[in-house]
């Protein structure tokens, strides 16, 4: 999607409100004790009432209103009887259409008590995103945001998960471009168009390149003895910076 228009801009703006609203909210309410499935019902609670509806569950019939994963699966996961545990590090991915306009967000974050090693993790992932956010700018090219997302991980001893990507967004869950990298592909010429809507969403680990999926389908997770997290934002290109329609949470 290409915002060309306020109307446009406003109706996306809701959209990343609503979205950022839910996972915060979902974030604050993890505790230990709650299913995943209990917590995805505040989720689809706040869509219903907005009048909106699941991004993943319309445009593929995923079987949740929000991806939740715990520890080893750091994406796509299904909400079901998955008992969250004091220590688990989760993943909440949120993304809906709203009034025509889709939106995705998604943070990751560790039920306490958190040890020093998951929160230098995601201290990191959420840098990630910031710094690589800063970059977007109409003519800039699109690797340097995988360039920026690499810099901070390496400087800070984690890996970049290569097989899962940052992608369109605005009027469909995923659009033109379908892939942009969070690493540094030196191949990639591409460069960001003003008022472009996409998603930046880096995926750092604690030694882990590549992601495979559970027999379910959907999940994906890390290798033994790894770790990933993830931070999303929304936002559309202009020639003085972006402008980011989601917002992460306090605790993530």
């Avoid at 010429?189 to 969403?201: A, D, H, K, Y």
């Avoid at 882990?208 to 027999?215: C, I, P, R, S, Y």
Wanted: glycine letters at 8%; aromatic letters at 6%; proline letters at 5%.
């Amino acid at each position: 999607m290409t915002i060309d228009n306020d109307d446009d801009l406003q109706g996306l703006k809701k959209s990343g409100r609503l979205v950022a609203d839910i996972l915060q909210c979902m974030v604050r309410a993890a505790e230990p004790g709650m299913t995943t499935r209990e917590l995805d019902s505040i989720g689809a609670a706040m869509m219903d009432r907005a009048g909106a509806r699941s991004a993943p569950a319309l445009t593929y019939d995923f079987p949740g209103a929000t991806c939740i994963s715990r520890n080893e699966v750091c994406a796509h996961g299904i909400p079901g009887d998955d008992v969250i545990q004091a220590g688990d590090l989760i993943n909440i991915d949120v993304s809906l259409e709203l009034d025509g306009y889709f939106a995705d967000t998604g943070a990751s974050f560790s039920v306490p008590p958190v040890t020093p090693a998951i929160a230098a993790l995601c201290k990191a992932g959420r840098m990630a995103l910031e710094q690589s956010v800063r970059q977007v700018k109409t003519g800039a090219r699109f690797n340097v945001i995988g360039r920026t997302v690499e810099s901070v991980a390496a400087k800070r001893g984690f890996t970049v998960i290569d097989n899962l990507a940052s992608h369109g967004v605005g009027r469909a869950l995923h659009e033109e471009p379908r892939e942009i990298p969070t690493w540094y592909d030196k191949h990639d010429r591409r460069r960001i168009t003003e008022g472009l809507v996409f998603t930046i969403e880096p995926f750092l680990s604690t030694g882990a390149t590549q992601v495979d999926e559970l027999d379910d389908g959907w999940s994906l997770f890390t290798p033994k003895g790894t770790l990933a997290v993830q931070y999303e934002h929304t936002l559309v290109a202009t020639r003085r910076g972006p402008i980011v329609v989601t917002q992460l949470p306090d605790a993530a």
